[in-house]
């Protein structure tokens, strides 16, 4: 089992920066993908948007097209932890953000954290 921990949600403002992490525990190994997804708070049944996804091995990155120049996402391998940069944020970017990690081809997600873009 792996367990993952979403932390760095909250409120910010159009134009503004937020920094999300998300710590993997349990039984994770060294070759997995981690990533970002999202889905509107509104709307619990729509598909979750991928963010970012990194691939523990190669260090390979793959972003959502709305993610593309605006975020980037980083892996700590020490810690398995990754990391997502938001910068340039607008009201489109308000969901709550999904923390997930596929490991041995089995998926497991975090709790989600809220981020609001808002004035």
């Known amino acids: 089992q792996v367990q993952l921990v979403e932390s760095g949600g909250g409120l910010v403002r159009p134009g503004g920066s937020l920094r999300l992490s998300c710590a993997a525990s349990g039984n994770i190994g060294s070759d997995y993908v981690m990533g970002w997804y999202r889905q509107p708070p509104e709307n619990q049944r729509a598909v979750r948007e991928l963010i970012a996804i990194i691939h523990s091995v190669s260090g390979n990155t793959n972003y959502g097209d709305r993610a593309k120049g605006r975020f980037t996402i980083a892996l700590d391998k020490t810690k398995a932890t990754i990391h997502l940069q938001m910068s340039g944020l607008n009201s489109d970017d308000t969901a709550v953000y999904y923390c997930?990690?596929?490991?041995?081809?089995?998926?497991?997600w975090g709790q989600g954290t809220q981020v609001t873009v808002s004035s």
């Open positions: 997930d990690a596929v490991v041995r081809n089995e998926v497991f």
